[in-house]
């Protein structure tokens, strides 16, 4: 059974900083990741998706990466500000089946 | 339209009652999620249909829950003799074909008392 691990599960820093957070799935039989962000109450919004054969994808100041044989995923933000303050949730769809599995995210707070 | 509707965007209901959640997927998005979020967890898989036909129903709970796509847009939720345990966000989700990027409603908070 797949199994997806954020870490940190909450991370507080200083307007400006450049943060890493990291995802880690058990089974590397998947056909893509995606990153999504969560604000309090909302649904999901993706920010980033890397399809099985990549490495990595950018979107303005995220960046995210793959390395599939370790089943690991890092998403950069760079120099953080106020309004990144959500909740991140990094996701993995198996070729096994049609379902995403989640991990538990990772709270981000940026102070001003 | 623009993007993945669902409604109500909150739901109080008492303990046994029935309830049915809508989602409203994207146009022309054939694959259509269901998903349950309980506070502070990432999300938990329930149903996946393709077109009109479930493909997918291992991630419900139990009996009380069921969903219909009848006609291969939009997507009933239905829960049986609801209990305090079912208290969660609802999220639905659309996507092109199955192996490609979902885009996610905002959900249906459902709170049993």
């Known amino acids: 059974k797949q199994e997806v691990t954020q870490i940190p599960a909450a991370l507080s820093v200083p307007e400006g900083e450049n943060l890493v957070l990291n995802c880690s799935f058990t089974d590397s039989a998947i056909y893509n990741l995606q990153w999504f962000r969560q604000d309090p109450g909302k649904g999901l919004t993706s920010l980033l998706l890397?399809?099985?054969?990549?490495r990595e994808q950018t979107s303005g100041r995220l960046n995210a990466s793959l390395d599939k044989s370790s089943g690991r995923s890092t998403l950069y933000i760079a120099a953080s500000q106020p309004g990144d303050s959500a909740t991140y949730l990094c996701a993995v769809l198996e070729t096994s089946g049609s379902r995403l599995t989640f991990g538990e995210g990772t709270q981000l707070t940026v102070n001003p | 339209g623009a993007g993945v509707s669902q409604t109500p965007s909150n739901k109080v209901t008492e303990k046994g009652k029935y309830v049915e959640l809508r989602c409203d997927p994207i146009s022309g998005h054939t694959a259509l999620y269901w998903y349950r979020q309980s506070l502070g967890q990432g999300p938990e898989f329930l149903i996946y249909f393709q077109g009109t036909g479930a493909a997918d129903d291992s991630g419900l709970p139990n009996d009380r829950f069921f969903a219909v796509r009848p006609e291969g847009s939009v997507s009933t939720l239905k829960i049986q003799r609801t209990e305090r345990g079912d208290s969660a966000v609802y999220l639905c989700?659309?996507?092109?074909?199955?192996?490609?990027?979902?885009?996610f409603g905002s959900g249906t908070r459902l709170t049993v008392v």
């Open positions: 890397i399809q099985s054969s990549q």
């Open positions: 989700a659309s996507s092109l074909r199955d192996d490609y990027g979902y885009t």
